[in-house]
């Protein structure tokens, strides 16, 4: 990036730390012990994963930590990332029977006691299936991609993951905040996967360092997890000054230890109200800012980002100025970045599509001082990619069959990311998980067959 420049982050570690403190041993067994044990647990059917639930939280109260960690990872291959990440007040905890009586179960922190015990004790948790002379290429090492390599090695395939960056996790190792996931956490993730006998081939870019149709003609299926890109362009003057960041550079930066030498200074505007507008929010308070604004040129109701996460980026005094959108930014004649100026917005009626648009209110411009501004309004798809390996997309939303989750390729599958489409908000990491598992045993379904029929 040319933007950062490494620098050391030994002043910054502590405002990296994890911020929720995982549940103690006298905690988690008194929580285990609260536990209903549903017959038909909604919390299960509740989780896109579907983690059985309670079975995880009973080997807990027995004290087989172990098994525990192994029924979580079993349903869910980056359950441990998952369990603190997801949102659970929305999803397994929402669905708890004791909601409607007292307080719903911590699945979440009960998860993370479990995969934390295996971590801290350095867990190996499954075996590699018997090869059965089939081989699958993953484009992609992140949630989707670690998930569906998983699948098909613990089935019994060849698999070999290529991943651009110099780590593998994707979004769990390089986009979700220190102080929420910390990187080592995801690198366990896919330790739990190489132990599989998965090869996985990290700064490789496919059209550089090698081909798609090297993929295509090496190996009997390929899997496309490859995620979104980068945050786009607002379209504005003044956005390629030296302070003006894309959100998912900026929280990448805090993960690998590259950061502005002057940080981003005290008054920060983030555009955007998602996920990843709100990461970038708290991580310029933890870096030094004094005032972080969120800019949304809609409403509360239309943001994408969690409840938790608005509500977390609250507590840290985060302010979040509504129907507000970015006009150009401002800069003084050095080209430091002074301010942004602004416009009001109204929603229009809903259209055929039942969305609100927002439009601009004529003579309604106002300035916002600032001395650094963040772009988070989504991401880029890597158009170019998929064309490489000339499949069927829409803007870089790959087309699939939907049960099938095959491309119009019949030799190539997709999953996570490169398939949601545009204007649903943004997608779960435990969604894309679940989608890794569904694709690798399309794979098989198809290459099963051949293989029976070779026996």
């Given at each position: 990036?040319?933007?950062?420049?490494?620098?050391?982050?030994?002043?910054?570690?502590?405002?990296?730390?994890?911020?929720?403190?995982?549940?103690?041993?006298?905690?988690?067994?008194?929580?285990?012990?609260?536990?209903?044990?549903?017959?038909?647990?909604?919390?299960?059917?509740?989780?896109?994963?579907?983690i059985?639930?309670?079975?995880?939280?009973?080997?807990?109260a027995?004290?087989?930590?172990?098994?525990?960690?192994?029924?979580?990872?079993t349903?869910?291959?980056?359950?441990?990332?998952?369990?603190?990440?997801?949102?659970?007040?929305?999803?397994?905890?929402?669905?708890?029977?004791?909601?409607?009586?007292?307080?719903?179960?911590?699945?979440?922190?009960?998860?993370?006691?479990?995969?934390?015990?295996?971590?801290?004790?350095?867990?190996?948790?499954?075996?590699?299936?018997?090869?059965?002379?089939?081989?699958?290429?993953?484009?992609?090492?992140?949630?989707?991609?670690?998930?569906?390599?998983?699948?098909?090695?613990?089935?019994?395939?060849?698999?070999?993951?290529?991943?651009?960056?110099?780590?593998?996790?994707?979004?769990?190792?390089?986009g979700?905040?220190?102080?929420?996931?910390?990187?080592?956490?995801?690198?366990?993730?896919?330790?739990?996967?190489?132990?599989?006998?998965?090869?996985?081939?990290?700064n490789?870019?496919?059209?550089?360092?090698?081909?798609?149709?090297?993929?295509?003609?090496?190996?009997?299926?390929?899997?496309?997890?490859?995620?979104?890109?980068?945050?786009?362009?607002?379209?504005?003057?003044?956005?390629?000054?030296?302070?003006?960041?894309?959100?998912?550079?900026?929280?990448?930066?805090?993960?690998?230890?590259?950061?502005?030498?002057?940080?981003?200074?005290?008054?920060?505007?983030?555009?955007?109200?998602?996920?990843?507008?709100?990461?970038?929010?708290?991580?310029?308070?933890?870096?030094?800012?004094?005032?972080?604004?969120?800019?949304?040129?809609?409403?509360?109701?239309?943001?994408?980002?969690?409840?938790?996460?608005?509500?977390?980026?609250?507590?840290?005094?985060?302010?979040?100025?509504?129907?507000?959108?970015?006009?150009?930014?401002?800069?003084?004649?050095?080209?430091?970045?002074?301010?942004?100026?602004?416009?009001?917005?109204?929603?229009?009626?809903?259209?055929?599509?039942?969305?609100?648009?927002?439009?601009p209110?004529?003579?309604?411009?106002?300035?916002?001082?600032?001395?650094?501004?963040?772009?988070?309004?989504?991401?880029s798809?890597?158009?170019?990619?998929?064309?490489?390996?000339?499949?069927?997309?829409?803007?870089?939303?790959v087309?699939?069959?939907?049960?099938?989750?095959?491309?119009?390729k019949?030799?190539?599958?997709?999953?996570?990311?490169?398939?949601?489409?545009?204007?649903?908000?943004?997608?779960?990491?435990?969604?894309?998980?679940?989608?890794?598992?569904m694709?690798?045993?399309?794979?098989?379904?198809?290459?099963?067959?051949?293989?029976?029929?070779?026996a």
């Amino acid at each position: 990036m040319s933007k950062i420049e490494r620098i050391s982050l030994q002043n910054l570690e502590g405002n990296f730390e994890e911020i929720e403190p995982g549940l103690s041993n006298r905690q988690a067994i008194e929580e285990a012990n609260r536990c209903l044990y549903c017959y038909d647990a909604p919390c299960i059917k509740a989780c896109p994963t579907d983690i059985d639930i309670p079975t995880f939280i009973k080997k807990i109260a027995s004290g087989n930590l172990k098994g525990s960690a192994k029924t979580i990872m079993t349903a869910n291959p980056i359950g441990a990332s998952c369990a603190r990440v997801c949102p659970t007040e929305e999803l397994c905890e929402g669905a708890c029977v004791l909601n409607h009586s007292t307080t719903p179960i911590m699945i979440g922190n009960l998860q993370r006691y479990a995969t934390d015990w295996a971590i801290q004790n350095q867990q190996v948790l499954f075996k590699a299936g018997s090869k059965n002379g089939k081989s699958v290429a993953v484009v992609g090492g992140g949630p989707a991609g670690l998930s569906a390599a998983r699948e098909l090695a613990l089935i019994g395939y060849t698999v070999t993951v290529f991943e651009a960056e110099e780590k593998a996790g994707g979004l769990n190792t390089y986009g979700i905040v220190s102080f929420r996931l910390p990187q080592a956490i995801s690198f366990w993730e896919v330790e739990q996967v190489k132990s599989l006998d998965v090869e996985i081939r990290t700064n490789t870019r496919i059209g550089q360092d090698i081909q798609a149709q090297e993929l295509l003609e090496t190996y009997d299926a390929v899997v496309l997890a490859i995620g979104m890109s980068d945050v786009p362009q607002l379209g504005i003057e003044g956005e390629d000054l030296p302070s003006v960041f894309d959100a998912i550079q900026f929280v990448k930066a805090t993960k690998t230890g590259e950061l502005s030498k002057e940080i981003i200074g005290k008054r920060v505007a983030v555009i955007g109200a998602g996920n990843t507008a709100i990461d970038a929010a708290t991580c310029s308070v933890r870096l030094g800012a004094e005032n972080v604004k969120i800019l949304y040129r809609r409403t509360i109701e239309e943001m994408t980002a969690y409840e938790f996460e608005y509500e977390f980026a609250k507590q840290d005094n985060v302010e979040f100025h509504w129907l507000t959108a970015p006009n150009r930014i401002i800069a003084d004649e050095g080209g430091k970045v002074t301010g942004i100026e602004c416009k009001r917005m109204v929603l229009s009626e809903p259209g055929e599509d039942g969305r609100r648009r927002p439009l601009p209110v004529e003579g309604s411009e106002f300035i916002i001082a600032v001395d650094a501004v963040i772009r988070a309004i989504g991401q880029s798809r890597y158009v170019q990619l998929i064309e490489e390996f000339g499949i069927e997309h829409a803007d870089g939303v790959v087309k699939i069959a939907s049960k099938s989750f095959q491309t119009s390729k019949e030799q190539v599958y997709a999953c996570g990311d490169v398939i949601f489409g545009k204007g649903q908000g943004e997608a779960m990491v435990v969604s894309a998980a679940q989608q890794g598992k569904m694709v690798a045993l399309e794979v098989h379904r198809k290459l099963g067959s051949e293989i029976s029929a070779t026996a």
